[in-house]
């Protein structure tokens, strides 16, 4: 890696390295604090909130938020919406 962690272009190089596009890219978070600059390189963020580790008063910027069984339920949408 040539960059650090909650830099937007570390993030860029992962998804250069798994070959996907990052609006393609899911990050799936249970903290607050850190990596949210993901979504400066178009990467889509969902926050755990069930399993929060760092409650802050300002309100973090996600994408999408839920419970750890809605993100498994999302996953399983998005596979269902890639094969038709």
Known sequence: MHFCKTKPPYYLEIARCINSPPEKCLLARNETLK???ASEAGIDIFLVENLLIHRI?????????GSLHYLALFIKSLKRVKKN
Not at 57 to 65: I, W
């Open 57 to 65: 008063n300002k309100e973090p910027s996600c994408t999408y938020r």
């Open 35 to 37: 990596d949210f600059n």
